[in-house]
Every structure is written in structure tokens, then in C-alpha cells.
């Protein structure tokens, strides 16, 4: 089974990593996608997305690293993958997802898997933290005491 995480996030977005890892624990393989249409003033380039997930990724065979245009469940279909993966903090993300999961199933026959990150995680602002560790800053202030982040 194929599971494709796509998104546009910066690979090293809190809880990333735990996702890929929980995901390839009952499927042969993870495809993580950048959309490169989906371009952030700011953050990383599409491109420098895609070679920071090589990198991390680059010693687990069962994880391919691609970039995509165009529509999430036609680059799924594309690929052969049975469900798309979708990382949640709280459960007002979880119903959404679950919402969005069977509009999706219902017009495109492609199933949805949703994971929670890791609770220790749920408080904190992605956006704010990906943000800050973009440019440098010291992050361990938002990070729960004992906590370390997967590479």
C-alpha cells in the first residue's frame, strides 16, 4: 500500500517526521509530495522543500520524495496511492479532515488516513515555530520540557 502525504510544508514542520514513521508502520511506502504551485512568500522554494526531505529521507527506501502540479488526487491516482495522509493536532482538525474525507471519497474515490501528531504538540503554532526556525531562532521555548524533535 502507498500512502501519499502532500503539502507544501516545510520539512521540518514539528511532528512531520513521527507522521512518515507511525504511516510507514502500516504501509509499504510514503510518498511525501510538494505542491509546487503553492508557492509561500518567505519560506522555502518548492525546490529547496523537496531537497530538504531528500535529505532527511534519503536512507529509508520506503520513503520517495516528490514534487507535483496540479490537483492532490489526480498526482495520488497518478501514483497508484490507496489513501492520502493527512496530519492532525486537535480534534476540530480531525473533523474537518473528516468532513473534507468523504467529499473527497464521494467525488474522487480516494480514501483519506488522518494521524494525530504527537499531543505534546497540539498547543503549539506551526506556523509560528516553522517560522522562527526558519530564520534561526532557538525554538526549544515552544517545545514541552524532554521533548526532541525527530531530525
Known sequence: MTLLFPGSFDP???????????????SDEVVIAVGINEQKSGWLTADERVRALRALYNRNARV????????????????GATAILRGVRTMKDFEYEQQMADINRRLTGIETLCLFTDPALAAISSSVVRELAHFGKNISPFLPEGYEPQP
Do not use: K, M, P
Open 12 to 26: 521540518f514542520t514539528l511532528g512531520h517526521a513521527n507522521l512518515v514513521e507511525r504511516a510507514l508502520a502500516f
Open 64 to 79: 520517495r520524495v516528490e514534487s507535483y502540479r496540479g490537483l492532490t488526487t489526480d498526482y495520488a491516482r497518478s501514483i
